[in-house]
């Protein structure tokens, strides 16, 4: 059968409040970044990304920021709810390539 | 609507049986991916069709295969599946461009018996 996996890093929260979910990333010659979400049994789903010209960007609920001094992204979630319990992802692209390199995610629960 | 489709979404097999796994997509993309995904584990990429150009990570097994018929399509053919093959599959497509999102499918989870 499938092998054991490794212990994803786990982020508990209360619902309601503000989750932070931080990646450290690899290379100093990626130019662009993507935070994904995924639920249990199904596939990453595209949340937010930003772009190494930018150290902030926000969407709905979601703001992403980028320290490219210290090769840092996070992703903050505003009043996080149950529905945002889910494994998440960053990904970076490294500059001329269109391939992604993944983090090794975090798990989020939120706690009603 | 679904823009990145995966047939079937559970898939069983016998050790040593072929199997296929199929993707298809609406977005015209240039680029589809296969990420092989264990548990508790990121996505890895096993190879990327560039249009009609196949492109292999080095680490990926022969076992593995792919086709890619038509821009739409893309198939995953593992030839004879090993205990070690079970894990979630992704299909994922981008435009090939720098600075490119990819879009994942839902996943095909494979389980050998």
């Known amino acids: 059968g499938e092998s054991v996996g490794l212990h994803l890093p786990t982020l508990s929260v209360q619902e309601g409040d503000n989750s932070i979910i931080n990646c450290a990333y690899s290379?100093?010659?990626?130019?662009?970044f993507i935070w994904y979400k995924q639920e249990s049994g199904k596939g990453p789903q595209f949340i937010i990304d930003?772009?190494?010209?930018?150290d902030k960007r926000q969407g709905q609920r979601v703001t992403v920021l980028l320290n490219k001094t210290v090769k840092h992204l996070s992703l903050q979630i505003a009043a996080t709810q149950p529905g945002d319990s889910a494994v998440y992802f960053c990904?970076?692209?490294?500059?001329?390539?269109?391939?992604?390199?993944f983090g090794s995610g975090t798990r989020l629960l939120v706690r009603p | 609507d679904a823009m990145v489709i995966q047939n079937p979404r559970y898939q069983v097999t016998q050790f040593g049986k072929p199997v296929t796994l199929s993707c298809s997509q609406t977005l015209n993309h240039n680029v589809m991916y296969w990420y092989q995904q264990k548990s508790s584990q990121a996505p890895k990429l096993l190879f990327h069709?560039?249009?009609?150009?196949?492109?292999n990570e080095a680490d990926t097994p022969d076992n593995f295969q792919s086709r890619r018929p038509n821009t739409s399509f893309c198939f995953l053919d593992i030839r004879s599946p090993g205990l070690g093959d079970a894990a979630m599959y992704l299909c994922?497509?981008?435009?090939?461009?720098?600075?490119?999102?990819?879009?994942f499918g839902p996943g095909t989870r494979l389980t050998v018996l």
């Open positions: 930003i772009r190494s010209n930018m």
């Open positions: 069709y560039y249009d009609k150009d196949f492109n």
């Open positions: 290379n100093s010659a990626s130019d662009y």
């Open positions: 990904a970076e692209n490294m500059k001329s390539s269109y391939k992604l390199i």
């Open positions: 994922a497509t981008s435009r090939g461009d720098s600075q490119d999102t990819q879009y």
